[in-house]
């Protein structure tokens, strides 16, 4: 605002300059317009008066030339000797004084030697310029004091609904910067950027919250990477104590055949309970697998690089996905509807494995899969039959890392990452899934978009 002010006293200085010159000129110039057209008229008139007075017949006066101005003769003691018709009421009061104040043109008139009196022109037409040109003149300077007031009045305005505001916006905006969340923006009623200013504030207490959600989510994925550490801590000793146990009997049995290198041929010892322990390492490695890939592809979303590459395919290809999962084979499932569905084979597989093994992880119990064809989408419902979850969780067990209150209070081991996976990519693939609880178990559906 400092240049403002500036420019504004500047400007006005400059405007006050230009009307006292014009005043300066316009004065001259009337001055100089009387000077050159009447002084000669005024000298004949006191020569034509100055032979009256030698004559001593001033009778002659009303008889003399028309000068084309109006004028009047004063005697020495100031009393009016004639008057021409046109400027007897210009004339009323008149005297030496006045004409002086008026700024009418006299001169003495001298005759034998004496002053016989003084002869003095009265208005000469211009009175009404003149009178104009004052009004102008203190019009213009009324104007620019009035402009002068205006250009302050609305300065001031400027600077305190508007630059005073931005200021404050400005340093708050550097307190927020710095991370300073807890001193609020001062709100004025009289500043036109209130709604703006609310606003601010607004923002202000939502990255506060946002800092603290996000301290408590680094909190979180700390302790996720400890607990993730102890769930592959868990499967990992479980293939090392398997597979410590296939060696110890292959070792065993070597032994009690003497040290023969046929053992294995001979087989003796039970192939079942070979295959028994074989199978228990490919679960375990597979649990390994699936919390490596979910958190691996939830650090990829995080990451921006998560991407999905979808294709027409067959929706039988479904079965297939679910036939891969079911290890217990407690799925029924419908009659899968003869369309093509667009989407990435591979993360449909990674988004009904993670729902499989959810249901088979929390609720344990046979699993309803079901379709019909909806608008654009094929509808594939997923139903189990457990303890459901609690109504007030229903919307958050899809956020990154949320589990269920008595799921996180068990022994049940989950990063909760699997359906917050499951969610992120059906949104990538233009479809979406929604959940539903009862009292009779969870129904998960997927909107597979037909091609």
């Given at each position: 605002m400092k240049r403002y002010y500036g420019f504004v006293i500047t400007l006005s200085l400059l405007y006050f300059m230009i009307v006292i010159l014009f005043g300066i000129l316009t004065n001259r110039q009337l001055n100089v317009s009387r000077s050159e057209t009447d002084?000669?008229?005024l000298n004949d008139i006191v020569g034509d008066v100055k032979e009256a007075y030698e004559e001593s017949d001033l009778s002659a006066m009303a008889y003399m030339s028309d000068y084309g101005v109006d004028y009047a003769l004063l005697g020495t003691e100031g009393e009016i000797i004639y008057i021409s018709d046109q400027g007897i009421q210009t004339g009323q009061g008149?005297?030496?004084e006045t004409a002086i104040k008026r700024g009418y043109p006299y001169?003495?008139?001298?005759?034998?030697?004496?002053?016989?009196?003084?002869?003095?022109?009265?208005?000469?037409?211009?009175?009404?310029?003149r009178d104009l040109r004052y009004r102008i003149f203190a019009g213009f300077i009324i104007f620019g004091l009035i402009l002068l007031m205006g250009a302050l009045i609305f300065g001031r305005y400027v600077d305190k609904s508007i630059v005073i505001p931005f200021k404050n916006m400005k340093e708050f905006a550097g307190k927020v910067a710095e991370g300073n969340f807890d001193e609020p923006l001062e709100m004025d009623k009289g500043n036109m950027f209130g709604a703006f200013t609310e606003s601010f504030d607004i923002m202000r207490e939502e990255l506060s919250e946002s800092r603290k959600r996000e301290i408590a989510l680094q909190k979180k994925e700390r302790e996720l990477v400890a607990s993730l550490s102890?769930?592959?801590?868990t499967p990992i000793t479980g293939i090392k104590l398997?597979?410590?146990?296939?060696k110890a009997k292959i070792v065993t049995d070597a032994k009690d055949d003497g040290g023969a290198n046929n053992v294995i041929d001979k087989c003796s010892y039970d192939p079942s309970d070979i295959v028994k322990k074989l199978d228990n390492i490919y679960k375990k490695a597979d649990q390994v697998d699936v919390l490596v890939s979910d958190l691996f592809s939830s650090t990829l979303d995080d990451l921006g690089e998560f991407k999905v590459n979808c294709?027409?395919?067959?929706?039988?290809i479904l079965s297939e996905i679910v036939g891969k999962y079911d290890d217990k084979c407690l799925a029924v499932s419908e009659e899968i509807p003869d369309v093509l569905i667009h989407t990435d084979p591979k993360r449909l597989s990674q988004v009904i494995g993670n729902i499989i093994s959810n249901s088979y992880k929390y609720a344990g119990t046979g699993i309803d899969i079901g379709y019909r064809l909806i608008d654009d989408y094929l509808e594939m419902v997923i139903k189990d039959h457990g303890p459901g979850v609690p109504e007030d969780e229903i919307d958050l067990?899809?956020?990154?890392?949320?589990?269920?209150?008595?799921?996180a209070e068990s022994n049940a081991e989950g990063s909760g990452l699997g359906l917050y996976i499951a969610k992120m990519l059906m949104e990538k693939m233009d479809g979406d899934i929604l959940l539903k609880s009862s009292g009779d178990g969870l129904t998960v559906t997927l909107l597979l978009r037909l091609s």
């Open positions: 002084i000669i008229k008149l005297s030496v001169k003495y008139v001298f005759a034998n030697g004496q002053v016989k009196g003084v002869v003095i022109l009265l208005d000469d037409g211009l009175s009404v310029y102890h769930d592959l801590k398997t597979t410590e146990l296939l294709i027409d395919t067959d929706a039988h067990i899809t956020n990154k890392f949320y589990r269920g209150r008595q799921w």
